[in-house]
T-cell receptor
């Protein structure tokens, strides 16, 4: 069983719609990361959060540590938001804690 | 953008040949990572480095070796490439170990083993 589960795996929306992507994890963590991967492959960090909510432009990330759940919201979606969104959490592996990644949510926003 | 460069960006190689991928950073970050990304899987850690000449294995290290002879360069070598190693490879850097620090990723290397 994957320690980090994302849903949905694929999401198609119309421009302007409010979008929610979910991430659930199975272990206690100190922080969760949301990443964005555009066509062409580059990965950029969107948020790193350990409690509550963070906002950057039209993107909002929330986390509930007790419920082991995080959501990424996009308000007023735009075709340029089309990308793969990935959540990642630190999980112990060997002698260190390493980021474990969800398999990603492919978002397509249609004009 | 963080100064992190992967080379080559694309490579096609034959089964059984050795291949080396390079990750170069200009941020003087201590921690460097190699991941592979495959359909249906999240990014999976191959090897990581926590300093010059200090490296450790990740969850999918078989068939790969790494070297870090200076802070700015982290090399990933496929000793004898196999078709199962066809993947997109990402390098990442972080300045400290704590998981509350941001990771920066390279643009990726698409490797095809034929």
């Amino acid at each position: 069983k994957n320690e980090v589960e994302q849903s949905p795996q694929n999401l198609t929306a119309q421009e302007g719609e409010f979008i929610t992507i979910n991430c659930s994890y199975s272990v206690g963590i100190s922080a969760l990361h949301w990443l964005q991967q555009h066509p062409g492959g580059g990965i950029v960090s969107l948020f790193m959060l350990s409690s509550g909510k963070k906002k950057h432009g039209r993107l909002i990330a929330t986390i509930n540590i007790q419920e082991k759940h995080s959501s990424l919201h996009i308000t007023a979606s735009h075709p340029r938001d089309s990308a793969v969104y990935i959540c990642a959490v630190p999980i112990s592996s060997g002698s260190a804690r390493q980021l474990t990644f969800g398999s990603g949510t492919q978002l397509t926003v249609l004009p | 953008d963080a100064g992190i460069t992967q080379s080559p960006r694309h490579k096609v190689t034959e089964t059984g040949t050795p291949v080396t991928l390079r990750c170069h950073q200009t941020e003087n970050h201590r921690y460097m990572y190699w991941y592979r990304q495959d359909p249906g899987h999240g990014l999976r850690l191959i090897h990581y480095s926590y300093g010059v000449k200090d490296t450790d294995k990740g969850e999918v290290s078989d068939g790969y070796s790494v070297s870090r002879s200076k802070t700015e360069d982290f090399l990933l070598t496929l000793e004898s490439a196999t078709s199962s190693q066809t993947s997109v490879y990402f390098c990442a850097i972080r300045d400290r170990e704590g998981m509350n620090t941001e990771a920066f990723f390279g643009q990726g290397t698409r490797l095809t083993v034929v």
